[in-house]
């Protein structure tokens, strides 16, 4: 079935703020990227603009969570780690280098979006739960687990934004490699890793 105007709001709404932040998402930019009629904005989101980029934030959010979760389930921290950064680079590389993380997008929303920087904070909580968790089940003490959760986010998230001034992978293959240093060195009676960060990849939006 075709998506409706809603999910077609909300999927644009997702690529416009990737891409050009949430002040520079207007309700006109929205309904020419969803091909919607202006009336379909209120219709769904009574709230505007403002509702629709908190929705939107929402299900980006929820979409990279289900895809940590995804990549916990091989039980092996590093095989998440790798997973974490490996899908950022294929979404820089598959827009060439113009589309960020729009969960760090609507965090910086400020005044244009009030309200939407709170989501942002939701979903960067919820993907420090389920990294930290995956960290415990290895065997890492719960409040270093919580910390690195925290590194590995940030850094990630970081490079991601390196990656797009620079237009080069080379800070997520950097951030990659020490971050599996720091999570090796964490783990009990683990060997050194020989995982190339270059082929690191994570989950996608």
């Not at 209120?42 to 990549?71: D, M, N």
């Not at 990656?163 to 080069?168: N, V």
Request: proline share 6%.
């Amino acid at each position: 079935m075709a998506p409706g105007p809603r999910e077609r709001l909300i999927s644009s709404a997702i690529g416009l703020v990737r891409r050009h932040g949430v002040a520079g998402t207007g309700i006109t930019e929205l309904l020419a990227a969803s091909n919607a009629a202006r009336r379909s904005v209120y219709q769904h989101f009574p709230g505007g603009k403002h509702e629709l980029i908190a929705e939107s934030t929402r299900v980006a959010g929820k979409a990279i969570s289900a895809a940590i979760a995804t990549a916990a389930t091989t039980d092996d921290p590093l095989d998440g780690l790798a997973s974490f950064v490996r899908g950022w680079k294929d979404t820089l590389t598959a827009s060439d280098f113009t589309a960020g993380c729009p969960i760090v997008a609507a965090a910086l929303a400020g005044t244009d979006a009030p309200g939407v920087p709170a989501v942002a904070a939701a979903a960067f909580a919820e993907w420090n739960d389920l990294i930290s968790a995956q960290l415990a089940t290895a065997g890492i003490e719960p409040e270093a687990a919580r910390s690195l959760a925290t590194m590995a986010i940030s850094s990630v998230e970081g490079a991601v934004v390196l990656a797009i001034c620079s237009r080069s992978l080379q800070p997520l293959d950097r951030v990659h490699r020490h971050l599996t240093e720091l999570v090796e060195h964490h783990l009990p009676n683990t060997a050194p890793s020989t995982t190339d960060a270059k082929t690191a990849y994570a989950p996608r939006p």
